[in-house]
């Protein structure tokens, strides 16, 4: 009797890239079903809400019938129980990612070890695309095309011109406040008498 094997495609998303997107494209046609699960972990300080990361991959990957997005908070070995997964994939990008993600595997196999991880090397023309990588770049006015899907590259230039406007009004408004403000004598606080 063939097997319904479900798996996991666990990350941050923050945000989704266009090696994600191989990865998941590849993954959907391995595996009968593939849930992207989004870690929506507030302490990683993310750039995009779980919300927002959820917007970008449904849209992305509205077109498979057998692909679906979840967030998860928690063990991943736990989600995966929830939702009778039993397979987890990762994508390598290089030798620098296997150590990592070879530790992440065998602790979760440990954990559940009804649980296995799949590594699949991320297709050559991303495989030194990052997330990380592109928001530093989106930070500092650079390029993104090619490496994030359009809907990413729209809303990065958004949340980071928005960021960019506010910063550069608070550095105005700090530099007016110079101007109109009177010296100050440093010990009463009181306006230090000018000579005219
Ligand atoms: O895209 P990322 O940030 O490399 O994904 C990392 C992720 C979400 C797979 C990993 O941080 C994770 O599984 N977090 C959930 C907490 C957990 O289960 N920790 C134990 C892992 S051994």
Avoid: C, W
């Avoid at 297709?123 to 994030?148: D, N, Q, T, W």
């Amino acid at each position: 009797m063939k097997k319904h094997v479900i798996a996991i495609y666990p990350g941050s998303f923050d945000p989704l890239t266009n090696g994600h997107l191989d990865l998941i494209h590849r993954g959907a046609k391995l595996f009968d079903e593939l849930i992207v699960a989004i870690l929506d972990n507030p302490d990683k300080d993310p750039l995009f809400s779980p919300v927002e990361r959820r917007e970008m991959l449904e849209a992305m990957t509205a077109h498979y019938d057998n692909v679906r997005v979840e967030k998860f908070d928690g063990l991943l070995v736990d989600f995966a129980k929830s939702v009778h997964a039993n397979v987890i994939v990762r994508g390598i990008r290089a030798i620098s990612d296997y150590e990592y993600e070879l530790q992440m595997a065998l602790m979760n196999h440990k954990l559940d070890p009804h649980i296995d991880t799949v590594f699949m090397p991320s297709a050559e023309a991303y495989s030194y695309v990052s997330s990380r990588l592109v928001k530093g770049i989106a930070r500092l006015g650079g390029p993104v095309h090619g490496f994030v899907p359009a809907i990413v590259e729209e809303r990065l230039h958004r949340k980071l011109n928005g960021h960019a406007r506010r910063n550069r009004l608070a550095v105005q408004q700090s530099g007016n406040n110079k101007g109109t403000r009177k010296k100050q004598n440093k010990t009463t606080g009181k306006p230090t008498k000018t000579r005219s």
